[in-house]
């Protein structure tokens, strides 16, 4: 099952709230019910099918109870006036069992009371050896009949985490327990690759002269897309529950060492005895370690497999930091204040931001006062550019030099399985360049891209904090390849790039740039010139 996070940080290392919503449930945020003070830390959101108010809520221990309360009955208030259910859950460090012993804990309670909120957690949710209390609660003004509110009796956290069933008909958009997906096995590459061997390929170059670039390359895609439909076709799936732990590195006789650990810790909630409290603690001390030692060797064989590979060493190392950074597009948008759920319609609106960005973006900037031909120390003529026509080899040798990478676009052949088939299609791959060269012309299909968008940070809800992620066809990059090293050829030969261009060249990098800089400024200071920073 797949969740949506929203979530409000504290600011540090450490701390804040959040909230997590299956992503069958439409929902925006609801800013409006938060503090404007620091009484404490909150998050609301509303489910907009059902009109539900969803609250998360952390009240700090030295905080104002009394300005705490205000707050609350504000927003209860505000809800009421709404005239929507809402389920607020929290740590409100508010100990109900004081109730009519404590002032400021009776006034809270009276206030949720003359709000219609009701407390469904009435039992300790944190118990030491010598205290037990009540500070954990999930309020709510809906209907109790048919709830069943519960207490969960682990040692995840020093508070018993609390459960709310409710009898409130959520109107889910149920997925079906199954998935359309295609299997890309070893043997299905193997056939695809005998496919691809035995296919004829001549009546695509045959008659070069009267066919367009465009012709041809959509009778090769069509050929192998057809090929590939029968090797890797779409098949229905069923989604299993999953039965393993979260943690790789947990192997079954931990699962049962964590499963004893809870019925220590059950006993003593139980029974708050020194012995029982011993036999807890020595118990979990000794798990400890041993999930500390597995994580320490799991991660440690993992390095040791990527260690000739950058990008996986730090893939792992972002594992371990917990870093993963991976958000999920959300389910709602808002465009000119109003909020759009609808799949079709969210994708219509991120194409028509998307598309007017470039233009959007060419109008602010200022006009150039010098045309490009001033950088330009020596101009070349522009018709001295030659497309030399490409053979088998040069497209071999281009394609070998590509990640194989799995993502594809939207004719779902990847570059994996391009680089499988290039042997067998680099002879009608070449000609269909060739004419591409000749007459100037690159296929249509090839310039339609997957995009994909991607979030920055801010608000999930606003367009403007993605940036798109375009997914081109994989045969595109072989005319890319073959384009670039004829046009870098040109530019080199006849001197036109600045010898200062370090971006975007062979043999050039970053590093040179700040070489380059470091060598100016020793030569200055050599010459008792005078320096002067920038930032």
């Keep these: 099952m797949i969740y949506n996070a929203i979530l409000k940080s504290r600011g540090s290392d450490c701390g804040g709230v959040g909230l997590f919503v299956n992503d069958t449930s439409t929902f925006i945020p609801r800013n409006d019910l938060l503090p404007v003070d620091k009484c404490a830390e909150c998050v609301f959101i509303e489910l907009t099918t059902e009109r539900v108010i969803i ?3 952390y009240r700090p221990p030295g905080s104002d109870l009394s300005l705490f309360t205000a ?32 002032p400021a804990t009776t006034e ?3 206030c949720l009371f003359a709000r219609a909120f009701l407390p469904t957690i009435n039992k300790p949710t944190r118990i030491t050896e010598f205290t037990a209390t009540l500070i954990d609660n999930i309020i709510t003004n809906a209907d109790l009949n048919g709830c069943m509110s519960s207490i969960v009796c682990t040692d995840i956290s020093d508070h018993l985490p609390i459960v709310l069933q409710t009898c409130h008909d959520l109107q889910e958009n149920l997925k079906e327990k199954f998935v359309y997906k295609r299997t890309y096995s070893n043997e299905n590459k193997v056939k695809f690759i005998e496919c691809v061997k035995v296919e004829n390929w001549n009546n695509i170059t045959n008659n070069l002269a009267e066919k367009d670039p465009n012709f041809m390359y959509n009778n090769f895609s069509k050929k192998i897309n057809n090929i590939f439909e029968e090797c890797f076709p779409v098949c229905k799936h069923y989604i299993k529950g999953k039965r393993i732990p979260r943690k790789p590195w947990i192997t079954n006789g931990l699962v049962k060492s964590c499963l004893r650990k809870e019925k220590l810790y059950k006993r003593f909630t139980k029974k708050t005895t020194a012995s029982n409290k011993d036999s807890y603690i020595k118990y979990r001390n000794i798990l400890n370690k041993l999930l500390k030692k597995a994580q320490a060797h799991y991660y440690s064989q993992k390095l040791e497999e990527a260690k000739f590979s950058i990008k996986r060493t730090w893939q792992t190392i972002k594992t371990i930091l917990n870093n993963n950074n991976i958000t999920r597009t959300t389910n709602t948008i808002i465009v000119d204040g109003k909020v759009i759920s609808n799949n079709n319609q969210i994708a219509e609106e991120f194409n028509k931001y998307f598309i007017n960005i470039g233009a959007t973006l060419a109008n602010s900037l200022p006009q150039p006062i010098q045309s490009h031909k001033y950088y330009l120390s020596n101009p070349t003529n522009k018709s001295s550019l030659s497309l030399l026509p490409t053979d088998t080899n040069e497209i071999i040798n281009a394609v070998s030099q590509m990640l194989a990478k799995t993502s594809a676009g939207h004719d779902h052949l990847s570059m994996q399985l391009m680089k499988l088939a290039m042997p067998f299609v680099a002879q009608p791959l070449a000609d269909i360049i060739n004419k591409s060269f000749i007459e100037g012309v690159f296929p249509d299909e090839l310039k339609i891209a997957k995009v994909c968008p991607m979030f920055k940070s801010g608000d999930q809800c606003h367009i403007s904090n993605y ?34 261009q370090f971006g975007f060249r062979a043999n050039h990098s970053t590093s040179m740039a700040v070489i380059e800089m470091v060598d100016r400024i020793s ?3 050599e010459e008792k010139n005078f320096l002067s920073a920038y930032l």
Excluded: Q
Aim: aromatic share 14%; with cysteine.
């Design 108 to 110: 809270y309670v009276n």
């Design 523 to 525: 030569a200055a200071i």
């Design 55 to 57: 609250g998360c809520v």
């Design 467 to 500: 940036r798109p992620i375009s997914i081109l066809p994989s045969f595109s990059k072989v005319f890319e390849r073959l384009m670039y090293n004829r046009l870098l050829s040109f530019l080199d030969k006849n001197n036109v790039l600045f010898r200062n």
């Design 71 to 102: 707050y609350m009955d504000t927003v209860l208030c505000k809800i009421n006036s709404e005239n929507k259910i809402s389920y607020i859950a929290g740590d409100f460090n508010i100990d109900l069992l004081k109730y009519g012993n404590h």
